[in-house]
């Protein structure tokens, strides 16, 4: 059964940074694109960032542009995602999520549409205060 668990949300004053985790198993990790994606309360879930399997291309929402980073390690299985210069509008439950094995995109815009990926993390909290 594969599981992606995330780790790493708490509460953070704005201005300061937080190191989200996703540790993947059941899968062959290196081959799926993974991503992270968020949902404040009365929000759509939203896409965040993204890094591809084979190349490790990412990409990033316009909103999270030079202030995330996204990473992964395949030898742990686990991609990253480094929040810093946060904003109280990042507020959010922080979801990972993976693509399926080996999946190509034909549109990059595709990496942004929650459809894309085929599994997800039940997700961490992060609360940035004013």
């Known amino acids: 059964q594969v599981q992606l668990v995330e780790s790493g949300g708490g509460l953070v004053q704005a201005g300061g940074s937080l190191r989200l985790s996703c540790v993947a198993s059941?899968?062959?990790?290196?081959?799926?694109?993974m991503g992270w994606f968020r949902q404040a309360p009365a929000k759509e879930r939203e896409f965040v960032a993204t890094i591809r399997w084979r190349r490790g291309n990412s990409y990033y929402a316009d909103s999270v542009k030079g202030r995330f980073t996204i990473s992964r390690d395949n030898a742990k299985n686990t991609v990253y995602l480094q929040m810093d210069s946060l904003k109280p509008e990042d507020t959010a439950v922080y979801y990972c999520?993976?693509?399926?094995?080996?999946?190509?995109?034909?549109?990059?815009?595709?990496?942004?549409?929650?459809?894309?990926?085929?599994?997800w993390g039940r997700g961490t909290q992060v609360t940035v205060s004013s």
């Open positions: 999520a993976a693509g399926l094995r080996r999946s190509p995109v034909t549109l990059e815009y595709e990496l942004g549409r929650p459809g894309y990926y085929a599994y």
């Open positions: 059941a899968l062959t990790f290196s081959e799926h694109t």
